[in-house]
Structure formats: C-alpha cells, structure tokens
C-alpha cells in the first residue's frame, strides 16, 4: 500500500506558499470576535475555493489574508487556516501519486456493487461500474470513490487519519463526527489536532457543491 507523508511538527517552520505561525496562548480559540467583516469575506472565500477542490486559489486567498491581518484574532485564524489548507493540499498530492499506480483490471466495491478499474494515469482515472465506462479527472473524482481509494490503497494510520480528515473537513458532504474521530485518533502523533479544530470554526454555514 502507498504510504501518505508524515506531516512533522505541528509548528514547522516557513516552507514555500505557508504563512509563518506564531506562538499561541493556551485555551485561545478563533471566533468571530475581532475579525473585521472584510476579513471575514475572505475566510469565506478560502473556503469556498477548498470545498470546490480549488487549491491554488485557496493559497492564493490564503496568502491575500495574512496581508491584511491586523490583530491577534486575525493572526490566529490565519494560522489555523494555513494547517488546515497544508493538509488538504498533502491529501491531494497523496491521492495524485496513488491513483497512477492503480492496476487496470482492479476490482473495487462500494457497497453491493463492484467496480473495475480501466485506466489509471497521473491526470485521470477511468473506471467500469454497471457496464459503463466512466471517466473522472482526480481533482473530480465523486466523494464516494475518494473513500474507495483511500481505504484500499492509503497506509491506516496518524498520517492518512489527519489528512483525509482534512479532505473531509472542506468537503460539502464531509461528516463534521467523522472528522472529529479521525483527527482525535491522530492527534499527538502527527498534527495539533486542536489548531484544525480551530480552523473549522470558521466553516461557512452554507458551503456551495
């Protein structure tokens, strides 16, 4: 089985695209609280772009809101955010170096009903399921055949816990408890469980498919 990548510390330091996270107090949380509505428009905006698989527009917002950071408030949320984007982007890598290993002839079920793999390269994956053949570009590939794969074919553990939790997270049908569970089942080992639950406070209360 592929492995996903260990994430390291929860508090790295400054790679390419990351917004540098400074040191937080204990207990603190995010709210809306001191976040001025401009900023807040922009939190909705990274959220839109990461629900809709848009990830390069998600660090590009990301990066437009630390520049307009002017408090602690918006310091904290900033940094909660870049975590939570950090490993939605590393569920995606993950996913994009699986899927081309993928053999064609290989069987996968969901549920009662079995599909087939046909093809499987770097950009898409076609598959056979109730005598059809239908093909999804990895970045569009349905919810439902993400679960598949990363079932089948990511490494269990910490690692693929924080990172599918993440994809979860932002996505429209993600399950708020599934989440909860998996980042709870990997916190300590590899990621600040509680900074990611910073970050869904900000969950926008409609959040477009």
């Known amino acids: 089985m592929s492995q996903v990548p260990g994430q390291g510390g929860a508090h790295e330091s400054q790679q390419d695209g990351m917004v540098p996270a400074g040191e937080r107090l204990p207990n603190e949380s995010p709210s809306n609280e001191g976040l001025r509505p401009e900023f807040r428009e922009l939190i909705d905006e990274l959220w839109q772009a990461m629900s809709k698989r848009e990830l390069e527009v998600a660090r590009s917002t990301l990066n437009r809101l630390a520049a307009e950071v002017r408090n602690e408030s918006e310091r904290r949320a900033v940094e909660s955010l870049d975590y939570l984007l950090r490993h939605v982007e590393e569920f995606w890598r993950a996913l994009s170096r699986i899927v081309p290993s993928m053999k ?38 349905p919810t439902p055949l993400i679960r598949l794969i990363v079932a089948r074919r990511f490494r269990p553990g910490p690692e693929t816990d924080a990172v599918f939790g993440a994809f979860l997270a932002v996505d429209p049908r993600g399950d708020p408890s599934e989440v909860e569970k998996l980042w709870r089942r990997a916190d300590d080992d590899v990621l600040d469980a509680d900074l990611l639950f910073e970050a869904l406070k900000f969950r926008p209360s409609h959040v477009e498919q």
């Open 104 to 141: 064609a002839g290989e069987e996968l079920a969901i549920g009662d009903m079995y599909i087939v793999v046909v093809d499987a390269t770097a950009d898409e994956l076609v598959i056979r399921a109730a005598g059809q053949n239908r093909r999804y570009r990895i970045q569009e590939m």
